[in-house]
């Protein structure tokens, strides 16, 4: 059974500081989502990964991912406020299953 | 540019009352499902369907069932709601083709069940 799990589940962070979160999954698979949600919004897509290595980049933010380590990252640049928001991963099987969630919260 | 529809948006129930939750998609996908979000958590599928007159069970389909009559309608049921079941429920759609993949989803139901 899949499963995918998201560390950290919070994160505070310093406007203009770096960091990481980071998608672990359990059983193969070549395609991951990573999606990012406002408070009581709708999921917005941030990148798809397609295949091992696929490494995308918009803005402050990267995803890569390595499907032999069966982990994908996201990368935050120099944060900045704007990007406080829960950010999911998912993993694409028949099933679409999600991590829980990481709650970003950037100080200004 | 529609895209995924759900309603109602909101609804409030009161426990053993039964409703259907309706999303409509006009990008002719394959695929779609169901998620219910609860606060501070992740997306859980509920159920799901690879094509028209095909549905299955997600990580949590105990108290609901759905129906996909028609390519573009997935429906989702609680026949008798009970308080557990207040939730955000997401729907969402994909191709089952094509190079990206993408899920895509519905603005959400928010659902109180009293």
């Known amino acids: 059974e899949l499963k995918v799990e998201q560390n950290p589940l919070f994160l505070s962070m310093q406007e203009g500081k770096n960091y990481t979160i980071y998608c672990n999954y359990s059983?193969?698979?070549?395609?991951l989502y990573w999606y990012r949600q406002d408070p009581g919004k709708s999921l917005e897509s941030l990148f798809v990964?397609?295949?091992?290595?696929a490494v995308k980049q918009e803005g402050r933010l990267m995803a890569s991912l390595d499907t032999k380590a069966r982990l994908s990252t996201l990368h935050i640049t120099a944060a900045v406020h704007d990007l406080s928001a829960t950010y999911f991963c998912a993993v694409l099987g028949f099933k679409t299953i999600f991590g829980a969630g990481t709650r970003l919260f950037v100080k200004a | 540019n529609a895209g995924v529809t759900q309603t109602p948006k909101f609804r409030v129930l009161k426990t053993g009352q039964s409703m259907t939750l309706l999303c409509a998609q006009d990008?002719?996908?394959?695929?779609m499902y169901w998620y219910r979000q609860d606060p501070g958590m992740g997306l859980r599928l509920i159920h799901y369907?690879?094509?028209?007159?095909?549905?299955a069970k997600g990580e949590v389909p105990d108290g609901y069932n759905v129906s996909r009559l028609k390519k573009q309608n997935f429906l989702l049921g609680l026949e008798s709601a009970a308080p557990s079941q207040t939730s955000v429920y997401f729907c969402?759609?994909?191709?089952?083709?094509?190079?990206?993949?993408?899920?895509?989803f519905g603005e959400g139901s928010r659902l109180t069940v009293l």
């Open positions: 990964l397609l295949s091992n290595g």
């Open positions: 059983t193969t698979s070549d395609r």
């Open positions: 990008m002719n996908h394959e695929y």
């Open positions: 969402a759609s994909m191709s089952s083709g094509g190079a990206t993949g993408e899920l895509f």
């Open positions: 369907s690879v094509g028209e007159g095909t549905t």
